[in-house]
């Protein structure tokens, strides 16, 4: 992942836990939806336009999956009271 070359101006933080879900929306006439619920909350991710896909939206894709599977080791590490390879001291 690279590093941000300036700092957020603002964080969102969104908790999981019970009800929390994440869902991959394929549909027939436009690209796919990533929905991620929160309770009242809701995110949903999409490519830059509704009607393609371009390089820069497949890259991000890639990198949303790599990340996302590098969360989850780390929450199962944690859960399981295991130290994790990437933390930072």
Do not use: C, K
């Amino acid at each position: 992942m690279r590093r941000r070359t300036a700092r957020p101006t603002s964080v969102i933080s969104l908790n999981t836990g019970d009800g929390a879900t994440a869902e991959n929306i394929a549909y027939p006439a436009r690209t796919p939806v990533l929905a991620l619920d929160f309770g009242a909350t809701s995110v949903l991710v999409t490519t830059s336009a509704a009607d393609r896909v371009t390089a820069a939206d497949v890259e991000f894709a890639r990198l949303l999956a790599h990340e996302a599977g590098a969360f989850a080791r780390s929450v199962e590490r944690r859960f399981r009271g295991l130290a994790d390879s990437r933390e930072v001291a």
